[in-house]
């Protein structure tokens, strides 16, 4: 019987599935001006991305399959509602493109590392702390807070860099050892 920690049919792992079902329609939602709707189903996934955390730890179903498909869903969804908020004129063009950027070297980094290490790279807390400064940019820029257009997004690029880097180091220096 193959261990727990390998399987992909968990509920955790289900709720991540939900989530990157989720994130397109979301992305429709918010491009064609249907934001209460958008609004709901992002309140939707982050509820699924807390009970996906909550019910891997509480009944001991994380595995390596959770680790890929979580940050995935939060990367996709982040990308469908910042690609809907670009086509509408409300998040610049350089955003987009540093964001995807970011995800992009954050996936090549992890790939290499798991080749390496042969085990997935973990979430670490300046990751996390960035993403929720990335989904609370676009958030305000959703409900039209004044000013997070550029400063909040900006400050969400200097974290997500950040996390990055951090990502890097520790990576090249477990690789290293």
């Known amino acids: 019987m193959m261990k727990l920690r390998y399987k992909i049919h968990t509920i955790p792992n289900y709720l991540s599935f939900a989530r990157l079902i989720l994130a397109p329609f979301i992305g429709h939602y918010l491009y064609w001006e249907n934001k209460t709707f958008a609004i709901v189903l992002i309140i939707i996934a982050y509820s699924l991305d ?3 955390g909550i019910v891997a730890r509480h009944f001991g179903q994380e595995s390596e ?8 869903a939060d990367k996709v969804m982040y990308a469908f509602i910042a690609l809907a908020l670009l086509m509408k004129g409300l998040v610049p063009i350089w955003f987009f493109a ?4 970011r995800d992009l070297l954050i ?3 992890g790939l290499l ?4 290490v042969k085990e997935i790279p973990k979430s670490n807390k300046w990751g996390k702390i960035s993403a929720f400064s990335v989904a609370i940019s676009l958030f ?3 409900i039209n807070i004044p000013y997070f257009n550029p400063y909040a997004l ?17 990576g090249y220096n477990q690789i290293k050892n």
């Open 140 to 142: 305000g820029i959703i």
């Open 107 to 109: 996936l090549l980094g």
């Open 98 to 101: 540093l964001y995807i950027l």
């Open 50 to 52: 807390a009970l996906d």
């Open 65 to 72: 399959f959770g680790k890929i498909i979580d940050p995935i």
């Open 154 to 170: 900006i400050f969400a690029l200097i974290l997500s860099y950040f996390s990055t880097y951090i990502y890097f180091k520790v």
């Open 113 to 116: 590392f798991a080749k390496k």
